[in-house]
């Protein structure tokens, strides 16, 4: 279940990193430790409905998140676009045979909070699931904590971990694949 969720968590990260390499105009979050609360409104079964974590965040890990997402996808079709002080971006991927369409909503400064509404459609159905909608609400905690490093995470009741140890994975890197169209 750890793997599991932790898999999870790493792909609802990577919707913001899954961005272009031409959006440079596109603002990074602050440094430090941020708090992210990932819902899933139509959670698959076995997966909790919210799941807070916590990540020290630095410009280089974003980057690295970044740079792995552009080299692990597989979406011929990727806008980005501004309106309204929001920050709107389509997706259609291709993933095991499905094609994934998600449409993204972000929403804040990144400097202090952003919240990210996600809608992914599955066709043909993926695993049974036809849609799945997720929402991140994500707030600035302030400077990381004593001794921890850019990259490093909690998850309540999970423990914690480095995320790029994480995605070096093998059984991560397995599930990310898997889910590599959902982001």
Request: proline share 7%; aromatic share 2%; charged share 25%.
């Amino acid at each position: 279940m750890r793997c599991r969720l932790a898999s999870l968590t790493v792909s609802a990260l990577l919707v913001l990193a899954s961005l272009p390499a031409g959006a440079s105009e596109l603002p990074k979050r602050k440094s430090g430790l941020w708090e992210i609360t990932t819902r899933m409104q139509d959670a698959p079964a076995g997966m909790p409905g919210a799941m807070p974590m916590q990540i020290c965040v630095d410009q280089g890990s974003d980057n690295l998140l970044q740079e792995r997402s552009r080299r692990q996808s597989n979406c011929p079709k990727l806008e980005v676009s501004r309106s309204g002080g929001k920050l709107l971006i389509h997706a259609v991927c291709q993933h095991e045979g499905t094609t994934v369409t998600s449409d993204s909503v972000i929403s804040g400064d990144l400097e202090k909070q952003y919240r990210n509404e996600m809608n992914l459609r599955y066709d043909p159905p993926q695993r049974g699931m036809r849609e799945m909608r997720m929402t991140q609400e994500a707030r600035w905690l302030g400077p990381c904590q004593s001794g921890q490093k850019p990259g490093e995470m909690v998850l309540p009741g999970q423990g914690g971990g480095n995320l790029q140890e994480l995605m070096n994975d093998p059984r991560v890197k397995e599930m990310m694949k898997r889910q590599q169209g959902t982001r």
